[in-house]
């Protein structure tokens, strides 16, 4: 079936340092991949989508890569924050307008 | 900027109860889904709807249902609420063509 796995350990980085998410997926060829913060109780918010086509997508300290051959998604936060601890969603769609989501990645970074 | 509104951030019931979860977005957005979220699972689907009054049942429909008369407004029902009900409910809609997907703040349902 398909599927979509992060890495389920926080992540535990100090403040400055780029923060490496990852993202993987199996038996399927998703169009594109969203990532997604969310904060505890709340809600996720989007962040970026990046398509089968393109390599690398960025938003000011965002970064985020789609590898089809790895079969893998990475998310960077460049000169990561406190302010940029929470959980981060991976989510893939095709044809259908459903989304696969992960189960999220938590991040922590130590001020 | 698009809201996504969920009647209730908490709420408590009692099992065998009805219960109602509403969700009402207000940027014309075609689709609109119900997720739950569970420690360790993520986000599984329950039902979506792409047109009011059209739905179709997501990866766990077992024990809900949905309503959409209006557009912008897209109700899950638990006809008889069970303590394995117990957790986050998300609802989101999208546009149909850029399917990123906009949550609102979730309700944290408890059933005793």
């Known amino acids: 079936s398909q599927k979509i796995e992060q890495n389920s350990e926080a992540l535990n980085i100090q403040e400055g340092k780029t923060a490496t998410l990852t993202c993987n997926y199996t038996?399927?060829?998703?169009?594109?991949l969203q990532w997604y913060r969310q904060d505890p109780g709340r809600g996720p918010v989007f962040l970026l989508l990046?398509?089968?086509?393109?390599k690398e997508k960025r938003k000011e300290r965002l970064k985020v890569t789609f590898d089809t051959t790895l079969k893998q998604s990475l998310f960077h936060i460049t000169a990561s924050q406190p302010a940029d601890s929470a959980t981060y969603l991976c989510?893939?769609?095709?044809?259908?307008?459903?989304?696969?989501f992960g189960s999220g990645t938590r991040l922590l970074v130590r001020p | 900027d698009v809201k996504v509104t969920q009647s209730s951030r908490y709420l408590v019931k009692r099992t065998g109860e009805k219960v109602f979860l509403e969700c009402v977005q207000d940027?014309?957005?075609?689709?609109m889904f119900w997720y739950r979220q569970d420690p360790g699972l993520g986000l599984r689907l329950i039902y979506f709807?792409?047109?009011?009054?059209?739905?179709e049942k997501g990866d766990i429909p077992e024990g809900y249902s949905v309503s959409r008369e209006k557009k912008e407004r897209f109700s899950l029902i638990l006809e008889s609420a069970s303590t394995n009900q117990t957790s986050m409910y998300l609802c989101?809609?999208?546009?149909?063509?850029?399917?990123?997907?906009?949550f609102g703040p979730g309700t944290r349902l408890t059933v005793l």
């Open positions: 989510a893939s769609g095709g044809s259908s307008y459903k989304l696969i």
């Open positions: 989101a809609s999208s546009l149909v063509q850029t399917d990123t997907q906009y």
């Open positions: 940027m014309d957005h075609e689709n």
């Open positions: 709807s792409y047109d009011v009054k059209m739905k």
């Open positions: 038996n399927y060829s998703p169009a594109y």
């Open positions: 990046i398509r089968e086509n393109e």
